[in-house]
């Protein structure tokens, strides 16, 4: 840990008062002690499994503490007390007793700290985060999918998460990594992939509803933060600094020294696209650009594939109406919605005869058994032989070159591979 990070941490660590309810909290515990028989703290400690210091618990049970407690200790605590008093014959009270009582009032000690905490500074919060209505900080399980960036669900998939085993595992495993430090971790992929969905998912999967999570409004707003450093996290454990969809811009605020004082408190997870990611780290070098790619290098990066796999498509079917799983999701969310494919194909062939016989040609090589996609020189060999089908008039080589490269089959011929070719029935194409 470097010197300048050490003295930040020291600066943090003026005394002040502790708020009024971290001191209820802390007096409750003690009665439980109490009650308990009166244990010694180091036989408490030899009964909990993280073995806390002595020193630990001693600040706990005093109120010599600033932030809420972790839940993990406040719980073995309680089962350490309640084991002591069993061993010595003695009943408890269920309120003093019971493990879900304790932990419906740590959550109500970590919504006070936060809204306290953001009552002392609201307007500098709301400048520099995303807060809830009542202005404290968001916590996980106050945020939706849509919330965090997610888009919608591609068409004719459900609402429920396509498991990318491989990216799912690291990911995964790279949030659940202990601290501090606390992981930097950034997922990257194509445009389309599913990287700001799978992230999300795998924030749900590692971290507890209750925990918070700081929305920064860009890039500048992350290195503000130090000013309000008491006001961010109240929780006794780590908090979520959220960077969807990062930038240059962005990536230029986030110095080592930041990234270094972030990961004393929080894990700092983002998502960025392959193209902008490589564009940064390959870009011409700036005092500004060297920031953005310094803060890229020392990421954790997992990559997310645009391509589904075997395995990936197998369960992904159960996702999808009638079965019809998309190459990817790219393509997929591209694609027209089926009512407005249908509406372009039946009015392209007075507006666009060469778009419409090219529909029609990629579809009857479907019908035919081809699997993957059509190639341009195909197309041109069977769009003369379609137009003559639908009775439209022969077209210039100049005119074939056109609608081979024109927007309309980019549009519909494209969106009809992920959508159209595979659900016939539904659109009635002939």
Partial sequence: MSSAFVCQRRSMATPQATPEPLLRFCDSLRELKLASGTPSLGD???RMPGRPSVSTLSQLLAGKIRRAPRWELVRDLVDACREHAQANGITLPHDLSSSETWRRRHGDLVRALDSAAAQR???NLARLLRLAPDNRLLHLGDLTDSDLGVSEPIPGAGAGYIARADFDEEMRSMLSLGGPPYPYVIAYGEEGAGKTRSAVAALRNEFPSETTVLIPRGGAAVSELRSLVDSLNQSGRPAVVWLDDLTAADLEHLTLDLLEWLSGWAV?????????CGDILGGTRSEARAVAQAALRRACLVYLPLELNDAERAEAVWHFEGGTVPQNFARAADAPEPREMLLRLNTARSTN???FALVHA?????????VRGVTRDELRRLLPPHLTLLSTSPATDAEIEWGLTERFRMKVVVGLGSWVLCRQDLLGVN
């Fill in 44 to 46: 408490l400690s030899r």
């Fill in 268 to 276: 700092t997870v983002g998502t960025i696209p392959a193209l902008r």
């Fill in 362 to 370: 990629a579809i009857n090589c479907q019908r035919a058994g081809l």
């Fill in 121 to 123: 500074s609201p307007d």
């Fill in 353 to 355: 005869p060469i778009g």
